[in-house]
């Protein structure tokens, strides 16, 4: 899959303000967080696989902790893609705007990003508080079931500041980096080691 | 009437260029706020969070991994190696060795691109070397590279599951099965253009050089052997193969084949998970779409107003639909959206949901490969270093051969469903 692999998450440019800093040491922190996060799902599913079968036991509540994990991909991976531009989109019709309209047209989408990030972050936020207030626990682990949802309001919670930096961006003249969605960056190198023949 | 309203603010968010998931979710939002029941707004939030709560959605992050760490990795050349020394000797034999590749490499790989980048800069030289030209080398790459969506494991198949609720070992082989009639038609193909360009073919390999490369494709070989084996001998669940899949890929190229380093799995862990992002969000603010249409009875709906045509029709309109569509959407992004739309009006007018997984992926496949929006077109172009207008001339044969198979298994069910029948 091909069509969104930011490899540079901290990009160089000229669309520095005051909330970029702080953001690229955010970036940096969550872009190693989910990928263990995606380890931790692949060796906890196959332990408890293996372990079934040849041993006859799981590690209970495995399957809930990977589950948790994931919904915590989906929520921080996409603070991400929204810092890099590389949610999927359809910019076929886009692409024959004249520049100023992009610009406009840019701005007004990061708008309604802040919009419904801030609107699922009050949501998400009363959800947590809620679950957290009835001690409902997960079925299968002895921590709260709140976790589950606390991934909204963190997430949410830094789309809002990212999408606040592209406004001010946009707002100072500076442009959004573009990053062409459906063309990888470089193309993916396909070495093969000169030990072909050796290790058969 | 919401629905409409709804249809109507994602139609218009989508073509100006709003991303997919928000403009989904905007458009949720939007009409759950001005037409939706008197409900307290927290429902979509925790909508949004169940959509991604489900155990079988993990075989998406885990496919796609190892598709991530197949690609990058040495099994793509033994596996060439191996179709080579098989059928190189018939005419046309290395088209169609590029062919089995490639649906060899969709039984270890679960995406549509995967392959050209892993098989096509193998196959592609020594296609023009024996005298194919470019356009077919690249036309026939790009269109066999999709077999990776139809033979499982296949994400898309995944999404469609889990969004119809069907069984996904069950789609799984009507995928198989479609994606033999894909092969089928593709080798024919590859023959008759071989014998009209009179291209020659290798001399029969020795049956010691086709043991030894063999043995070199055993390790390979073995996942599918365990995704397919751990799955329909009932050891594992897709997801539990899936994860078998990872670790089995990461230790052959690690420790096995040594071409990539412990440091390089890391590094591909955090490309990989954000690649998975794209999906997963999708798939929440797809559920979040799904929960409200079913709300408001829109399948339903749909299922009655199409109840008096007949299936024939139906299915003509959900080939040329789901055609359009994926020729300007990616294919994932199509299932998560479209298939909770279809499949209860498909299933009122008896089209059987196992044969219509088999038919929405094998049409978004085809999207992979026409203009103007086909990602393979543009992998290929960096891949192949070709321009735009070359690989889409080139790839116009290979989608009306796609066209014909998609036919075939729309309108003669058995061709698929035979395999899914033996499977339960």
């Known amino acids: 899959m091909f069509f969104a692999p930011p490899t540079t998450l901290h990009r160089e440019g000229p669309d520095m ?86 610009r406009i047209a840019n701005f007004l989408i990061c708008l309604l990003g802040l919009s419904i990030s801030i609107y699922f972050f009050v949501l998400g ?3 947590t508080q809620r679950i957290f207030g009835s001690g409902q626990r997960m079925s299968s682990l002895p921590f709260a079931r709140a976790w589950f949802y606390l991934s909204v309001p963190v997430g949410m919670g830094l789309m809002i500041l990212a999408f606040i930096q592209q406004l001010l961006s946009l707002l100072t003249g500076r442009g959004l980096p573009l990053n062409d969605d459906f063309i990888p960056p470089e193309p993916v190198s396909v070495t093969h080691g000169p030990d072909l023949e050796e290790n058969a | 009437m919401a629905a409409s309203v709804l249809i109507a603010i994602v139609t218009v968010l989508l073509v100006g260029a709003v991303p997919i998931y928000l403009a ?31 155990f079988s959605i993990l075989a998406v992050p885990l496919f796609v991994y190892a598709a991530d760490i197949v690609s990058r990795g040495e099994i793509g050349t033994r596996l060439v190696k191996l179709m080579e020394s098989l059928v190189g000797h018939i005419t046309g034999g290395l088209a169609v060795a590029t062919v089995l590749t490639c649906a060899l490499f969709g039984a270890i790989s679960g995406i ?32 066999a590279s999709t077999l990776s969506m139809l033979i499982p494991p296949s994400v898309a198949m995944i999404l469609y599951s889990v969004q119809v609720s069907v069984s996904i070992a069950q789609v799984f082989l009507a995928g198989l099965a479609a994606g033999l009639v894909f092969v089928a038609a593709l080798s024919i193909y590859c023959v008759i253009y071989a014998v009209r360009h009179g291209i020659g073919h290798n001399k029969r390999a020795t049956r010691s050089e086709q043991f030894r490369s063999f043995r070199r494709a055993l390790i390979p070989m073995g996942l599918p052997v365990l995704i397919f084996g751990g799955i329909y001998g009932g050891v594992f669940t897709p997801t539990e193969a899936a994860a078998a899949a990872c670790v089995y890929a990461m230790i052959v190229e690690t420790l096995v084949f040594r071409h990539l380093t412990l440091f390089d799995l890391l590094k591909l862990s955090r490309e990989s998970s954000i690649t998975i992002a794209t999906l997963l969000i999708l798939i929440a603010a797809g559920s979040t779409m799904t929960w409200f249409m079913t709300l408001e009875q829109v399948p339903a709906m749909l299922a009655l107003l199409l109840g008096d045509v007949p299936g024939v029709v139906v299915l003509l309109a959900i080939n040329v639909l789901v055609l359009i569509i994926g020729m300007f959407i990616d294919p ?40 103007p929006f086909g990602l393979n077109i543009f992998i290929g172009m960096r891949t192949f270093r070709a321009s735009y207008g070359e690989v889409v001339k080139n790839v116009l044969p290979f989608i009306a051969i796609a066209l014909l198979a998609l036919l075939l298994i729309t309108y003669i069910p058995q061709l698929v469903m035979w395999l899914p029948g033996i499977g339960s």
């Open chain 1, 125 to 127: 936020y009363d959800l």
């Open chain 2, 332 to 371: 994932n992004s199509a299932v998560i959206v479209l298939s909770p739309l279809i499949a209860p009006s498909a299933a009122a007018v008896g089209i059987d949901s196992i044969h219509l997984g088999a038919i929405m992926v094998f049409n978004l496949a085809i999207g992979m490969i026409t203009p």
């Open chain 1, 17 to 102: 303000n005051w909330l970029e800093a702080p953001l690229r040491a955010i970036d940096r922190v969550s872009g190693v967080i989910v990928g263990a996060m995606l380890v931790a799902i692949t060796m906890i599913l196959f332990t408890n696989a293996f372990a079934r079968y040849f041993a006859g036991f799981a590690i209970i509540g495995g399957e809930e902790l990977a589950r948790c994990l994931m919904i915590w991909m989906t929520f921080l991976g996409s603070y991400l893609l929204v810092r890099t531009q590389s949610h999927i989109v359809i910019d076929v019709f886009s692409r024959l705007l004249p520049e100023q309209a992009s």
């Open chain 2, 112 to 143: 549509g691109a995967a392959a050209i980048v892993s098989i096509g800069p193998i196959v592609y030289p020594s296609l023009i070397r024996h005298g194919y030209s470019k356009g077919f080398a690249i036309g026939l790459i790009l269109t």
């Open chain 2, 24 to 54: 989904i979710l905007a458009a949720t939002v939007i009409s759950f706020e001005v037409f939706g029941p008197p409900m307290p707004s927290v429902v979509l939030a925790q909508r949004l969070v169940e959509g991604v709560n489900i």
